[in-house]
């Protein structure tokens, strides 16, 4: 079972340049052509569940407009 | 027992040393992501409060807006020679020069030579995109022969205009230099190694060992025409057997280092 992870994109930053697209190992990020930035782009989204939370489209984001969290393994609770 | 911790992990967030400004940079100009590198960097070391930056003539003439140190706007190609007044006054503050290829390798050459020569104590960051991005993609000393630009329309010739100029390999000759090394910013796993350069360039002056020089690859999307993946592309395939990647000259004591 992979790590769950999920990622932000900032609107203000974003530029919808598509280099997290062509970099992202599981390819879960698409453009949202539903929505503008105040800028005018098509602004990068989660298409789907399968986010590991890498971090490697923050990593070539070239505006730093990506926040990227990964939820905590589930810790043992004791049986006894 | 172990703690049941249920709060997400922040695997990354933007940098504190960058600004909360939208860059006027075009969309996949990778000017953002050594921007972003040189930001992580400061911030890792705790230097950003006494770090001194000199911004160059180019694109990336208002890095002052992005980059959250103190700044200062240099002549065109004159970084390294007021980088140096600002260090031999302020010996205690941390000075680093960001410069483009034209603004370093064409107009500002002479500084930059003298600048490694002396041995001053500061810091490049060398941004080798092989063009003139801001002024409309005119041919630039580290063009790449047969490429084309707007002042080379049938791509550049070596009989007329030369070829291009390797500004690593030339530092590295130089005596008071004392890390020189070359870098990609085209994948995510050169990016981690540039960004490890520039830890080791910023440890360099840090340790009062002179001159310290990190050339990325960059691209120009806009200039040359084609999507922000294809001049990653462009840069792995095209740019690096003119431009070596690897390190040209590393002192000893840097070269121990690990970060």
């Not at chain 1, 992202?24 to 990068?44: E, F, M, N, W």
């Not at chain 2, 990778?30 to 770090?51: F, Q």
């Not at chain 2, 993946?229 to 690990?258: C, N, R, T, W």
Request: net charge positive; glycine share 8%.
């Amino acid at each position: 079972m992979p790590v769950k992870g999920w990622i932000e994109v900032n609107d203000l930053y974003c530029k919808g340049c598509e280099l997290c697209i062509t970099a992202c190992p599981v390819d879960v990020i698409q453009l949202d052509y539903s929505r503008l930035t105040p800028k005018g782009y098509h602004p990068a989204m989660l298409k789907s569940d399968g986010c590991t939370g890498c971090g490697i489209c923050a990593v070539i984001c070239p505006d730093a407009a990506i926040t990227v969290y990964r939820e905590p393994k589930k810790a043992k609770v004791p049986t006894a | 027992m172990a703690t049941l911790t249920t709060d997400p992990i922040q695997v990354y967030k933007r940098p504190v040393g960058l600004t909360e400004v939208h860059s006027h940079y075009c969309p996949g100009c990778t000017h953002g992501i050594s921007h972003r590198l040189i930001a992580e960097v400061l911030d890792e070391m705790g230097l950003r409060e006494k770090t001194i930056g000199v911004a160059p003539v180019g694109c990336s003439v208002f890095a002052y807006k992005y980059l959250n140190t103190d700044y200062v706007e240099a002549a065109h190609g004159r970084a390294p020679a007021m980088a140096t007044g600002i260090k031999r006054v302020r010996p205690e503050n941390i000075v680093y020069t960001y410069q483009g290829d034209g603004d370093l390798a064409s107009i500002g050459m002479a500084e930059i030579m003298h600048a490694a020569g002396r041995g001053e104590n500061i810091t490049v960051i060398f941004i080798n995109n092989a063009i003139y991005g801001m002024t409309g993609g005119q041919m630039a000393p580290t063009t790449l022969p047969g490429m084309k630009t707007t002042s080379s329309p049938k791509g550049r010739d070596v009989e007329m205009a030369g070829f291009p100029i390797k500004m690593s390999e030339i530092l590295a000759t130089m005596q008071g230099s004392s890390y020189i090394v070359r870098r990609s910013l085209h994948d995510p796993a050169y990016i981690r190694k540039s960004k490890k350069a520039i830890r080791k360039a910023f440890e360099t002056q840090v340790r009062g060992m002179g001159f310290s020089l990190v050339e990325l690859l960059s691209t120009c999307p806009t200039n040359w025409k084609v999507t922000p993946y294809e001049a990653l592309q462009f840069v792995e395939d095209s740019m690096i057997p003119v431009f070596p990647l690897g390190d040209f000259k590393v002192h000893p004591e840097i070269a121990k280092l690990k970060v």
